[in-house]
């Protein structure tokens, strides 16, 4: 296990809902990346989050959004739900930003949007 | 757009046999190559990794083949073994770009008896 734990690991939603999906770092780390996996697919980066900033996004829209707190937990929020947001979101922790850090992922959040 | 392609969707190896899986991308400004194992219910693990200045790096029966001028890299499983069944992806981090991984699509691996 790596240390990085996700809440919760299913979640039923529907269309036009809001969603807060939660990751609480492994200890001593303080960047946390966010990532979408559609079933079938590799992991899409959505953002990262360093030292409670955001400093990094992929190509995804504003309705998607985080938070980093204090002690490095973070949160990812998804505004008006579309059924393609269903996925798989995980989360991964690393020591720090770049020179080629080791991510650590959590388990994921299965999320149906329906 | 895909900058990450990867070969193939899956395969079946026999028990003690090479599972070798195959990666490519578009993009030069990468300097980091993991290799990541899912198991199903599991977020990815990162199983080895390569910089673009070396041409080979093994681990146990792990090997990273990595050809910089054709832009490929590959993931040699030596005496597959039948808990090597997972689903395996190839990554690729731009330079100056953090964290941020590009994950190839993954190759699903059943290793039989």
């Known amino acids: 296990e790596t240390g990085v734990t996700q809440s919760p690991t299913h979640l039923i939603k529907t269309r036009g809902q809001q969603v807060t999906l939660r990751c609480s770092s492994q200890s001593g780390h303080n960047t946390v990346s966010w990532y979408q996996q559609a079933l079938g697919q590799g992991p899409q980066f959505i953002f990262q989050y360093y030292r409670e900033e955001e400093n990094g996004r992929g190509n995804f829209p504003p309705r998607f959004s985080g938070l980093q707190f204090p002690n490095y937990s973070s949160e990812l929020n998804v505004n008006a739900l579309e059924l393609d947001d269903s996925a798989l979101y995980l989360c991964?922790?690393?020591?720090?930003?770049?020179?080629?850090?080791?991510?650590?992922f959590g388990p994921g959040t299965r999320l149906l949007v329906l | 757009q895909q900058q990450v392609k990867q070969s193939p969707q899956s395969l079946i190896v026999q028990k003690g046999g090479i599972s070798i899986i195959n990666c490519a991308y578009e993009n030069t400004a990468f300097d980091y190559f993991p290799w990541y194992q899912q198991f199903p219910g599991k977020g990815p693990a990162l199983l080895i990794a390569i910089r673009p200045d070396v041409s080979e790096k093994k681990e146990g029966r792990f090997t990273i083949s990595f050809n910089k001028s054709a832009k490929q890299f590959s993931l040699h499983i030596m005496d597959s073994q039948p808990g090597d069944s997972a689903t395996y992806f190839c990554a690729a981090r731009p330079t100056g770009g953090g964290n941020k991984l590009t994950f190839g699509t993954g190759t699903q691996l059943k290793v039989e008896l």
């Open positions: 991964a922790s690393s020591r720090t930003s770049g020179a080629q850090e080791t991510q650590y």
